[in-house]
């Protein structure tokens, strides 16, 4: 009950304050940790010389050896944390709200909107560039413009329903494991000639770790635009979550961005490129619009928002039934 009570304080603050930049620009964040963990295995395990079957190897004993390290750390500080009673347990709070990333990713996406009204085609492909791994100078305007979008789907399930959903389970080692493993999926999870055989257990891992948050997040994105636009919305927010989730190259990202694209009836995915290569793939809600724009980042802003509202309400709903039953 008490994880519970603090994930809900740390909603709230991530909700509001987000992630200070004077403060990492003072200290590394904990992700930026995660990931020079990550690299310094990477270096040493995946040098050139190696054939497929000893990378695979070297990835799957790198990424288990990763999350036993930070399930232990996360044992550690949380034996820490109870040893200095209220503080503790303010420190704590703070360390969930800084991994939780709802006031960040909305902020990185309004930017989008922002540069392209402010400085055209060029200044969304410059602000799309910080959030998104395809070649921006590929995307025409409404390509900018679904980027940022899918982006912000896709992320409120990595980066706000799976972190905050392991806490609840299994509190700071489980937090810990998780943004490790999707860390490592965001490192070297590419099916790259460098990380197609070193990354492919954190790739396979980080799939089977979101599979119970993406879902929950296309709910949870048909109640944001039950909230924000009404029923008719939500149904088809609901019915393409259903029938396009599995257009999507990923076993869970499709869940939360046809929920999104269903939400507010537009086409989003379809072919882009990365790296110079070219992806294939099928759109998601194809019937819907495709000639989008700034304002459609801005309604699907919108929706983000009421979703996390929606989210957020859980959590002290689940601690109220919690403490009822008990």
């Given at each position: 009950m008490l994880t519970l009570l603090i994930l809900t304080i740390a909603l709230l603050i991530d909700r509001v304050v987000g992630d200070p930049e004077?403060?990492?620009?003072?200290?590394?964040?904990?992700?930026?940790?995660?990931?020079?963990?990550?690299?310094?295995?990477?270096?040493?395990?995946?040098?050139?010389?190696?054939?497929?079957?000893?990378r695979r190897a070297y990835g799957i004993m790198s990424i288990i050896a990763l999350l036993i390290a930070s399930i232990i750390v996360g044992v550690l500080v949380n034996r820490l944390l109870l040893q200095i009673g209220l503080l503790g347990i303010f420190i704590e709070i703070l360390i969930v709200a800084v991994l939780l990333a709802q006031k960040s990713l909305a902020d990185h996406v309004v930017a989008v909107a922002s540069g392209f009204r402010d400085g055209g085609l060029q200044g969304g492909r410059r602000a799309v560039s910080m959030v998104v791994g395809r070649d921006p100078?590929?995307?025409?305007?409404?390509?900018?413009?679904?980027?940022?979008?899918?982006?912000?789907?896709?992320?409120?399930?990595?980066?706000?329903?799976?972190?905050?959903?392991?806490y609840a389970l299994f509190g700071l080692p489980g937090l810990f494991a998780y943004k490790m493993l999707n860390?490592?999926?965001?490192?070297?999870?590419?099916?790259?000639?460098?990380?197609?055989?070193?990354?492919?257990?954190?790739?396979?891992l980080d799939d089977l770790a979101n599979w119970p948050a993406a879902r929950l997040s296309a709910l949870v994105i048909a109640a944001g635009a039950l909230a924000q636009?009404?029923?008719?919305?939500?149904?088809?927010?609901?019915?393409?979550?259903?029938?396009?989730?599995?257009?999507?190259?990923?076993?869970?990202?499709?869940?939360p961005e046809s929920a999104m694209a269903g939400a507010l009836d537009i086409a989003l995915a379809g072919p882009r490129i990365y790296a110079g290569e070219r992806v294939q793939e099928p759109m998601q809600n194809a019937a819907g619009r495709r000639a989008i724009g700034p304002s459609d980042v801005d309604a699907a802003i919108a929706v983000f928002w009421r979703a996390c509202t929606v989210f957020n309400l859980l959590v002290p709903i689940t601690l109220v039934v919690s403490v009822m039953i008990c």
């Open positions: 004077k403060l990492w620009a003072k200290v590394p964040h904990p992700v930026v940790l995660f990931g020079k963990a990550i690299s310094f295995f990477e270096k040493q395990f995946n040098g050139k010389g190696l054939g497929d079957r000893d100078d590929t995307l025409d305007g409404p390509g900018v413009c679904r980027a940022a979008i899918e982006t912000l789907a896709e992320n409120f399930s990595d980066g706000v329903v799976a972190p905050a959903l392991y860390t490592a999926d965001s490192m070297i999870g590419h099916k790259s000639s460098r990380y197609l055989h070193f990354g492919w257990a954190s790739a396979r636009s009404g029923k008719i919305a939500a149904r088809r927010s609901l019915e393409t979550a259903l029938t396009d989730h599995g257009l999507h190259r990923s076993p869970n990202s499709g869940w």
